[in-house]
């Protein structure tokens, strides 16, 4: 059965901090492997990664992919307050489309 | 539509009553998935339609949960005889799938609807 599997569940820092977020994935098919940012309603979309090695990037946030060791990392350099929020890990398998989340990483960043 | 429109907001319902949640997708996408979001937890998937193609119902957690969508947009999910473990955020989302490849078209979520069991 696929899986996603993210850590920490939980994390707490300072602004200015810069933060780590880890998503690993077991599928027997994969195709790609998404992250999202939820506040406070509906989940928005961060990045979708399919190749390994290449890093995206968008301002702050960046993401990566190692398809050999099944993993991705989101960081997150220089938190501010507006980072505060549930990081979403899903991986897209096969060819139905589905998409299975990890259980989320809950990001608290303090004034 | 601009984007995902889902109602109602929040629902609050008696155990054993059936609810029906409905999901405005995108207008153009032909991808359409229902989410349940407990409190504190991930993302569960229920349900996927894509275009005309039977629907992927392997997430459905028992035969109370149904859901159809019709002429390619809308889809209602409904849940019969309401229990308390139902109680739960349930999102919907679309994309612009072509082919049954995730070929750059990430979900667009709606805001949810909270349904709560009393």
């Known amino acids: 059965e696929d899986k996603v599997v993210q850590s920490p569940l939980s994390l707490v820092v300072h602004e200015g901090d810069t933060v780590t977020l880890n998503c690993s994935y077991e599928?027997?098919?994969?195709?790609?492997l998404l992250w999202y940012k939820q506040e406070k309603k509906a989940p928005t979309f961060l990045f979708m990664l399919?190749?390994?090695?290449i890093e995206k990037k968008s301002g702050r946030l960046s993401s990566i992919l190692d398809k050999k060791e099944l993993f991705s990392i989101l960081n997150i350099t220089a938190t501010q307050t507006g980072d505060s929020a549930v990081y979403l890990c899903?991986?897209?398998?096969?060819?139905?489309?589905?998409?299975?989340f990890g259980q989320g990483t809950t990001l608290q960043v303090k004034p | 539509g601009a984007g995902v429109s889902q109602s109602p907001s929040n629902k609050v319902t008696e155990k054993g009553k059936d609810v029906e949640l409905r999901c405005d997708p995108i207008?153009?996408?032909?991808?359409l998935y229902w989410y349940r979001q407990s409190l504190g937890q991930g993302l569960e998937f229920l349900i996927y339609?894509?275009?005309?193609?039977?629907?992927?119902k392997s997430g459905l957690p028992s035969d109370r949960f149904s859901a159809e969508r019709t002429g390619g947009s809308v889809s209602t999910l409904t849940i019969q005889r309401t229990q308390q473990e139902d109680s739960a955020v349930y999102l919907c989302?679309?994309?612009?799938?072509?082919?049954?490849?995730?070929?750059?078209?990430?979900?667009?979520f709606g805001n949810g609807t909270r349904l709560t069991v009393t």
């Open positions: 989302a679309s994309s612009s799938r072509a082919g049954g490849r995730l070929v750059n078209s990430p979900l667009h």
């Open positions: 399919t190749s390994s090695g």
């Open positions: 599928v027997t098919n994969f195709r790609s």
């Open positions: 339609f894509q275009g005309n193609s039977a629907p992927d």
């Open positions: 899903a991986e897209g398998s096969g060819n139905t489309g589905k998409l299975i």
């Open positions: 207008s153009g996408h032909t991808a």
